[in-house]
């Protein structure tokens, strides 16, 4: 089993959609964790943070189940700008290297 | 502000040469890594510094990669020899304290080797 899981997609969506991904991770003493986004050819950039409260950054909604060990995100209204590859990070302390997942790649359409 | 500066932006080099990535941090930042990114792959850590202090170095493929941080600004990857399957985008990026914070990523460095 992978340490860091996502769906690859792609996710097909029309504009104005709701859409969500889910991770899972593996590891129990994992303790941060964070939505990367990705465009094509470009660097992958911090979407947000996820909090074990749960958080939310405009249209974008994170959450954070410890006991089952995932985390998703929410993106309502979808845009034509937020086509790109979602990455999902879990990273900890003491030894505990970042795990970027594969990524999930979203394309929405007019 | 500057973000990550990682030079060359792309490099194409023959199979056993030396190549060497450059990577400047983010000023501040005490924390600096190294992922290389391919399809098969996706994203992987290879190495992270806190300090200029290597940390982790467990994905370290082999040998051939090396990498320093000699001081606060400046951090080397180098690849020595060359092999085709270490073509890939390698990015650097930096945080302010730890493995715990946002990373910022560099433009990353597109390596063809033939």
């Known amino acids: 089993r992978k340490e860091v899981e996502q769906d690859p997609g792609p996710f097909n969506v029309p504009e104005g959609a709701t859409v969500a991904f889910n991770c899972t991770y593996s590891n129990s003493a994992s303790q941060s964790f964070f939505w990367y986004r990705q465009d094509c050819r470009k660097e992958p950039k911090l979407l947000m943070s996820v909090y074990s409260s749960g958080n939310e950054d405009g249209r974008f909604t994170a959450q954070l189940n410890r006991a089952s060990q995932y985390i998703s995100l929410l993106i309502r209204d979808s845009k034509l700008s937020d086509s790109a590859t979602y990455l999902c990070?879990?990273?900890?302390?003491?030894?505990?290297?970042?795990?970027f997942g594969a990524g999930t790649r979203l394309f929405v359409k007019a | 502000d500057a973000g990550v500066i990682q030079s060359p932006r792309h490099e194409v080099t023959e199979m056993g040469q030396e190549v060497t990535l450059r990577c400047k941090p983010i000023?501040?930042?005490?924390?600096l890594f190294w992922y290389r990114q391919t399809m098969m792959r996706g994203l992987e850590l290879l190495i992270y510094f806190n300090n200029n202090v290597p940390i982790d170095d467990s994905g370290m493929p082999e040998d051939r990669f090396s990498a320093k941080m000699p001081n606060a600004s400046f951090s080397t990857l180098k690849i020595q020899p060359s092999e085709p399957r270490d073509s890939a985008v390698y990015f650097c990026?930096?945080?302010?304290?730890?493995?715990?914070?946002?990373?910022?990523f560099g433009p990353g460095t597109r390596l063809l080797v033939l």
């Open positions: 990070v879990v990273s900890g302390t003491g030894g505990f290297k970042t795990i």
């Open positions: 990026a930096s945080s302010f304290q730890g493995n715990q914070e946002t990373q910022y």
């Open positions: 000023s501040g930042h005490n924390s």
